[in-house]
Nanobody, 121 residues
Framework: QVQLVESGGGLVQAGGSLRLSCAAS????????MGWYRQAPGKQRELVAR???????NYDDSVKGRFTISRANVKNTVDLQMNSLKPEDTAVYYC???????????????WGKGTLVTVSS
């Protein structure tokens, strides 16, 4: 089994910064794309940012220029640096990754349990 464990959420004032981290552990041979999604109360889960194994990134327009995603392949981790936070960034943030346990095994999509980010005005 593979687990993704997020950390770094919390309460911050508007304009502040937070850094989220996600660590993958378990039966992992390789990890392909990794990303962060978020779900605000009453809304659907949405993509925040994704990063490929070679470092290609894409961001939702609402976070471009404020958030930065990065990963460390050796450590099986992905981080999200969030600056200039706004109240509308308040949500549960989920880590996501495509992993496999062997070269001939299928890719599996794995989700973390989420970490709450609250931005006060």
């Amino acid at each position: 089994q593979v687990q993704l464990v997020e950390s770094g959420g919390g309460l911050v004032q508007a304009g502040g910064s937070l850094r989220l981290s996600c660590a993958a552990s378990g039966d992992i041979s390789s990890i392909n794309g990794m990303g962060w999604y978020r779900q605000a109360p009453g809304k659907q889960r949405e993509l925040v940012a994704r990063i490929t194994r070679v470092g290609t990134t894409n961001y939702d327009d609402s976070v471009k220029g404020r958030f930065t995603i990065s990963r460390a392949n050796v450590k099986n981790t992905v981080d999200l640096q969030m600056n200039s936070l706004k109240p509308e960034d308040t949500a549960v943030y989920y880590c996501n990754a495509y992993v496999r346990s062997g070269y001939y095994e299928p890719w599996l999509e794995v989700w973390g349990k989420g970490t709450l980010v609250t931005v006060s005005s």
